[in-house]
């Protein structure tokens, strides 16, 4: 990330809206609420990142140089085909699409290790009905 959220935050008090829409961090935010979870002011961070995201779409923001928006689709194409995250293979097609296919590999086995990251490649039963949320989101954004 570019911008730690709580820059973020504060660029968007102080009126910048242009550097925050060209910030890779707001495509590298995985929408998890962990930081909505934990921010003691109850700032909702998960939803102003999706917020912020699709007003650049809107908007054409031009991102700079990084693939912040790659790593975003990465995700959103993992949990379209499986319903569900896979991080081995959103952390193997962000970096190759990086050109760097070792880059954190040391914390990949570190994580493996302490099973925090599976190779398990499992879908949710009703995968279907997923695929059927982004079709209708698609024709959402289109209309």
Known sequence: MDLQ???VIRLIQ????????????????ASCRTCSVRCP?????????????????EEKASVREGNGM???EF???????????????????????AHQPFKDSHLGLV???????SF???????????????KN???FIEE
């Open 75 to 97: 995700f959103l194409d993992s949990i379209r085909k499986r319903g569900r995250v896979n991080e081995m293979e959103i952390l193997l097609r962000y970096n190759l699409a």
């Open 137 to 139: 989101s698609k024709r």
């Open 41 to 57: 002011d109850g700032i909702d961070v998960a939803h102003i990142m999706d917020s912020l995201r699709k007003i650049a779409l």
């Open 70 to 72: 790659r790593f975003n």
């Open 111 to 117: 994580m493996v290790a302490k099973r925090k990251l």
């Open 14 to 29: 102080t009126n910048d809206p242009g550097t925050v829409l060209q910030s890779h961090t707001i495509w590298l935010c």
């Open 120 to 134: 398990s490649n499992r879908k949710i039963k009703e995968v279907g009905l997923i695929k059927e949320i982004f």
């Open 5 to 7: 959220p709580n820059q």
